[in-house]
């Protein structure tokens, strides 16, 4: 399988650790890939003519898009890793905690293109509704986090812990982590597991 990449990506993250939760790391082929909003790449547009990462092409050619569809084809190559549950609530929850995870990440994302934008071009109505969403998605987790009682772990897991990893990379500033301290234990404990410590971002 040949994933398209780039280590800065928080959805790339995403995928490669649940790739490596699963472990069927091996089986991955990487293509290092960039994206900008203002730059299409002709080459990754061939399979993906949305120009997005991340986009897996499959040993028989289909092409998957976007982050959660690869997640959950990663899941399913290997169903004992306990990442989807089968059927039922515990699936739908990983998926739903996996699209809040993206949503931030989506926010974040928007964020952080708005402020490379030259002075005097910034939104500034744009910025401080990215900020109170932010504030409002924390602070929701928050809540999740001071409920979790066992050690599993998931999609769901993935999508928000890489979430968080994100917001450090790319808004160290912002401080999500004060007045929250189950959120901020929560993902001392991700960034300690062997997949996150494999995939943190880096500026390379």
């Known amino acids: ?11 790339v993250r995403k995928v490669v650790l ?7 790391l091996g089986q991955l082929e990487y293509i290092r890939s960039t994206v900008a909003m203002t730059r299409p790449n002709h080459a990754l547009m061939r399979d993906n003519p949305l120009s997005r990462l991340p986009t897996l092409v499959l040993d028989d050619g289909v092409i998957l898009y976007d982050s959660s569809v690869i997640t959950q084809y990663f899941a ?13 609530a515990a699936r739908w929850d990983a998926l739903r905690r996996e699209a809040f995870g993206d949503g931030i990440n989506d926010i974040l994302v928007l964020w952080n293109n708005e402020r490379q934008r030259p002075d005097g071009a910034r939104s500034m109505p744009h910025i401080a509704a990215f900020a109170e969403k932010l504030n409002c ?30 917001a450090d990379f790319r808004f160290a500033d912002i401080g999500w982590r004060e007045g929250r301290p189950a959120l901020a234990a929560w993902h001392g404990q991700f960034e300690r597991r062997a997949s996150a410590i494999a995939t943190r971002p880096t500026n390379d």
């Open 137 to 166: 998605a924390f602070d929701e987790l928050e809540r999740w986090a001071g409920a979790v009682v066992d050690g599993s772990f998931d999609l769901g897991d993935a999508g928000i812990g890489c979430a968080l990893g994100y």
């Open 76 to 88: 399913s190559l290997n169903p004992d890793s306990g990442l989807l549950a089968p059927a039922g």
């Open 18 to 24: 649940v790739a490596h939760e699963a472990g069927i």
């Open 1 to 11: 399988m040949k994933l398209h990449w780039s280590p800065r990506s928080p959805f």
